[in-house]
């Protein structure tokens, strides 16, 4: 007997952004800022290397997309930044799951095209227009973003670390 597609549940897929998600933005203030010249020494955020990896291992498989807003000149530096820090090899993402978009908005077809059902973003002027992702976290909120979403959101779920991120998903 053969099942009907529409019935069956859609194939899980994690959407991340990059900036202030995997590329940490503690070293904005210094002189290893994404920003400046030594770009390539900006750290990645604590854990998220290995959080990747663990998801990709284990729930999501291949289906682990980078999807970032940015112009031609930090889309360049940001392939230059995860080729040097060889994190397609240490997470087993491919290096085609690479994702990139000009305005925030431009986000939702993406994840839309991708059929993503997680998403982590650390603006929730993000994941406003993520509609039709069903489980969408706030990485890390400060400012404006925390205020948007204590004020909208309930079903955007806040997370301060990839620890949290782990158990929010696992």
Request: net charge positive.
């Amino acid at each position: 007997m053969t099942k009907n597609k529409k019935n069956r549940k859609p194939t899980e897929a994690l959407g991340v952004d990059i900036g202030g998600v995997v590329i940490d933005r503690i070293n904005d203030a210094t002189d290893t800022s994404f920003f400046g010249r030594r770009y390539l020494e900006t750290t990645a955020v604590p854990g998220a290397i290995e959080a990747l990896a663990r998801l990709v291992a284990g729930r999501f498989g291949s289906r682990v997309h980078f999807v970032s807003k940015c112009g031609p000149n930090t889309e360049r530096k940001t392939r230059e930044w995860l080729a040097h820090h060889d994190v397609f090899g240490r997470t087993g993402i491919a290096a085609a799951n690479l994702h990139f978009c000009r305005r925030r908005h431009e986000k939702a077809p993406i994840a839309e095209a991708l059929r993503l059902s997680h998403f982590i973003d650390d603006r929730m002027t993000v994941l406003v227009h993520l509609e039709t992702v069903e489980n969408r976290l706030l990485f890390q909120a400060t400012g404006t973003e925390a205020a948007l979403h204590a004020r909208y959101r309930a079903d955007v779920v806040r997370v301060e670390s990839w620890q949290e991120v782990l158990e929010a998903i696992l």
